[in-house]
């Protein structure tokens, strides 16, 4: 499974902190995801 994070505004904190909301936000995304198709393998995200 592949996820995205698209932003069509530019967010109102620097390259760096907006860099890592959007991994969190695709991570999270991912992780429900993941719960969500009830697969017993592991998903291999980060902590």
Do not use: G, W
């Not at 994070?5 to 429900?32: G, N, P």
């Amino acid at each position: 499974m592949t996820v995205f994070a698209l932003v069509h505004k530019r967010l109102k904190a620097s390259d760096k902190e907006a860099r890592q909301t959007l991994i969190d936000l695709a991570t999270d995304f991912a992780r429900q995801a993941h719960k969500d198709a009830k697969c017993d393998l592991p998903s291999k995200l980060p902590s």
